[in-house]
């Protein structure tokens, strides 16, 4: 489903902006995933930076269980934020997301100088689709936890959904400054450029992400996506 050429920058904007835009947008919200490259389905999660593992129950843990036992443990003590975060990260694995929106906004608002409660309270309402209410809690988790690369990173994710594409690539670059080299990071600003019409820069920052260490399969697809619609 490639778009294979275009007659001037404008037009790359327009069409990469549909194709591209499904892509990201619904990598974003609550369905996680994106659509097709040469029939093979590909999967965003880790790319857009967005997704943890279930707090201190580790990444290993089965989903269902990890949110059975921090739900335990937040409804004994709701007023222990750490508890409330991990029990959000689990409800995300699992696509509750309302229920994570629910738990971390309570908690991000019972504890506005909490860094980790409103890193997890807007990346709860970037997976629920709800990225411009997201945006205040990503500006206050960057304010407390300057140096947070995960913080950066997310707040770039969410700009993208609003189509703040030049915001949003100030903020992956804030967040390389902590983190040089993530391909997750550097993924998402290929993506960015993608959204924003730019396929050349999108293509240059895709192959940078694919050759960093720790690129996976993923990514690939990601810079064949854009490769395809750049005809």
Not at 64 to 75: E, I, M, N, R
Not at 94 to 110: G, H, Q, Y
Not at 147 to 159: C, E, T
């Amino acid at each position: 489903m490639a778009v294979r050429s275009f007659a001037s920058r404008s037009s790359v904007a327009r069409g990469a902006s549909v194709v591209l835009c499904a892509a990201l947008m619904s990598a974003c919200a609550s369905s996680g995933k994106n659509l097709s490259v040469d029939g093979k389905r590909a999967d965003y999660e880790k790319e857009i930076g967005v997704f943890t593992n279930p707090g201190a129950a580790g990444g290993d843990i089965d989903p269902v269980a990890a949110a059975a036992y921090w739900g335990t443990q937040y409804d004994r003590n709701p007023a222990d934020v750490n508890a409330a975060i991990a029990y959000s990260a689990a409800l995300r694995k699992i696509r509750s997301n309302d229920e994570a929106v629910k738990v971390m906004t309570r908690a991000a608002n019972s504890n506005p100088e909490h860094a980790g409660a409103n890193l997890e309270a807007g990346k709860t309402l970037v997976e629920a689709g709800r990225a411009f209410e997201a945006v205040r809690y990503f500006e206050k988790a960057v304010e407390l936890s300057p140096q947070d690369w995960r913080a950066f990173s997310s707040f770039g994710v969410a700009l993208d959904q609003i189509g703040e594409h030049d915001l949003a690539r100030t903020k992956y670059d804030q967040a390389l400054m902590f983190a040089p080299d993530s391909p997750m990071i550097l993924n998402n600003k290929g993506l960015s450029f993608a959204l924003d019409g730019d396929l050349d820069s999108a293509k240059q920052t895709l192959r940078r992400a694919a050759s960093a260490r720790g690129a996976d399969a993923r990514i690939r697809q990601n810079l064949a996506l854009v490769l395809a619609i750049k005809g």
